[in-house]
């Protein structure tokens, strides 16, 4: 006997991800939206989800209404939206018992407390790259920190398109907290943001970051490190933004099962 689909909740459904998850879902049979916001005065308000990705309508129309996302009661928010309005979104479906997914990069502490707060009361999936192949770079990352000791020096490069908003990237930071995992170090400590200038010399046990942003990148990502004439570098490229969108829904199928907390891709993957 098949169960009912899981109805996932999406606000930016008209985002570049919002899209993304919308046709992710519809190659899936176990899933299905009920319910899709935007940010009131875009173009898709009030146009079919269907319609706007090219495919037959569903009767889900794009609302501008926050509350519109639990009419009906859906069993998981799917967010890729902006720090601000997932951090609201997550406290808001704490309210209701919702899980949530939260794919939004750039948050500020204030936002992850307020994650951390809904996490008592529902299950957030947190995670700023749903990439099967990222979050396996993560422990790889961490692995080969261990291995390597403290001689080598740890820089991490990315590139994005050029709408991008934050940088560095949220998979930047996230490679960067795998790497100071491994040291047994605060990355908040050791982070080196943003050279310019006469910087003096590289600090000892420094983890750098370097940032580039340009076209249509969808994401790439280059943890290198440096030793006394010698050079490891792991690299990650997306070329399709369907790989994150397939790993969002399926952090949502696996969330909306979940028990109140505080989750990453790893815990929804292991
Ligand atoms: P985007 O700007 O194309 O989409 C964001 C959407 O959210 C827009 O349609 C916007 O109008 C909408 N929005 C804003 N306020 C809203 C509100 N109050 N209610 C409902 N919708 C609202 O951006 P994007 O490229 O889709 O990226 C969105 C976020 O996801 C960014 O933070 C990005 O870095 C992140 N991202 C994460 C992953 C991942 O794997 N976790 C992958 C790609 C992008």
New binding site residues.
């Given amino acids: 006997m098949s169960s009912s689909p899981i109805r996932i909740s999406l606000?930016?459904a008209?985002?570049?991800?919002?899209r993304m998850i919308t046709k992710a879902v519809a190659d899936r049979g176990d899933v299905t939206i009920t319910a899709a916001?935007?940010?009131p005065g875009?173009d898709a308000i009030g146009v079919d989800i269907g319609r706007l990705n090219g495919f037959d309508e569903t009767g889900v129309v794009i609302a501008d209404q926050?509350e519109a996302l639990f009419n009906p009661t859906p069993d998981v928010v799917v967010d890729?939206?902006?720090p601000q309005?997932s951090a609201d979104h997550a406290l808001l479906c704490a309210e209701k018992g919702v899980p949530i997914v939260v794919?939004?990069?750039?948050l500020a502490a204030e936002h992850i407390e307020m994650l951390k707060t809904a996490a008592e009361k529902t299950a957030v999936v947190w995670?700023?790259?749903?990439?099967v192949g990222v979050t396996m770079l993560e422990q790889l990352v961490e692995d080969a920190v261990r291995a390597l000791g403290e001689d080598w020096d740890i820089e991490i490069v990315e590139a994005h398109h050029k709408?991008?908003v934050?940088a560095p990237s949220?998979t930047a930071l996230a490679l960067g907290e795998a790497a100071a995992r491994g040291r047994g170090v605060a990355l908040d400590d050791v982070a080196d943001r943003g050279r310019d200038g006469i910087t003096g010399e590289r600090q000892d046990g420094a983890i750098g970051f370097a940032v580039m942003r340009g076209g249509d990148v969808v994401g790439e990502h280059s943890v290198v490190f440096y030793g006394q004439a010698e050079r490891v570098e792991i690299t990650h490229r997306a070329m399709d933004?369907m790989v994150?969108a397939r790993?969002?829904v399926r952090a949502a199928v696996w969330a909306a099962k979940a028990k109140p907390g505080l989750y990453s891709m790893k815990d929804v993957l292991s």
């Fill in positions: 606000p930016g008209s985002g570049r991800m919002g916001t935007d940010r875009v926050t890729f939206t902006s309005v794919g939004t990069t750039g995670c700023a790259n749903t990439s709408h991008k934050d949220g933004r994150f790993g969002a």
